[in-house]
């Protein structure tokens, strides 16, 4: 079960870097852009002490607002990310 959830948070974190590469940002700055703090996306904050960080839903949304994607197509991406479909 949890290398499954590891891989899932893996794929998450990585729709949300394809996102910002395709905006032409860095995920720096697509968590600027998204209202956060600079560093909130960095991969070195991924793990905190050992443990793998969740982006929260208020993340997500805030993403895909910034983006303009909706849910179904985050859901899609990390899908991609998870090979499947």
């Known amino acids: ?3 499954q959830l590891d891989w899932q948070n893996d794929a998450i974190w990585g729709a ?3 996102i910002a590469a395709a905006s ?10 998204s209202g956060f703090d600079s560093t909130a996306f960095n991969k070195s904050k991924r793990v905190i002490r050992g ?15 910034t983006a303009g994607m909706t849910y179904a197509e985050f859901g899609a991406l990390v ?4 090979g499947r479909r």
């Not at 940002?25 to 697509?30: F, G, K, N, V, W």
């Not at 899908?79 to 998870?82: E, G, N, Y």
């Open 1 to 3: 079960m949890t290398e």
């Open 51 to 65: 443990q793998k960080r969740w982006p929260s839903m208020e993340v997500i949304a805030s993403v895909l607002q």
């Open 16 to 18: 949300i870097d394809e």
């Open 24 to 33: 032409q940002m860095s995920a720096s700055r697509l968590a600027i852009v």
């Open 79 to 82: 899908d991609k990310k998870m």
